[in-house]
């Protein structure tokens, strides 16, 4: 089993930064794919940015140029740095990896954008 534990959510005001980690533990070996998901009340869940082990990444629409993902495979940590948040950006957001054809998923990390 991989367990995935996220920090970093809060309450901030439009234009403002987070940052969200994520750290993997458990059995490791073998995680692909890192990223992140979010939801927000009443919708479903969508994805937000992935990266690979070599580095390449993918972004919603949404985020790009906004958000960035990355990921320190040592110490099997994602990040998520958000900028430019705006308030439709409020969402619980959910860690995700990816290993041997299986989805784990964190707890989730309430963000809320508003003045």
């Known amino acids: 089993q991989v367990q995935l534990v996220e920090s970093g959510g809060g309450l901030v005001q439009p234009g403002g930064s987070l940052r969200l980690s994520c750290v993997a533990s458990g059995i490791i070996f073998s995680i692909n794919t890192m990223g992140w998901y979010r939801q927000a009340p009443g919708k479903e869940r969508e994805l937000v940015a992935f990266?690979?082990?070599?580095?390449?990444?993918n972004y919603a629409d949404s985020v790009k140029g906004r958000f960035t993902v990355s990921r320190d495979n040592a110490k099997y940590t994602v990040y998520l740095q958000m900028n430019s948040l705006k308030p439709e950006d409020t969402a619980v957001y959910y860690c995700?990896?990816?290993?041997?054809?299986?989805?784990?998923w964190g707890q989730g990390t309430q963000v809320t954008v508003s003045s």
């Open positions: 995700n990896a990816k290993r041997l054809g299986s989805n784990y």
């Open positions: 990266i690979i082990p070599g580095g390449n990444t």
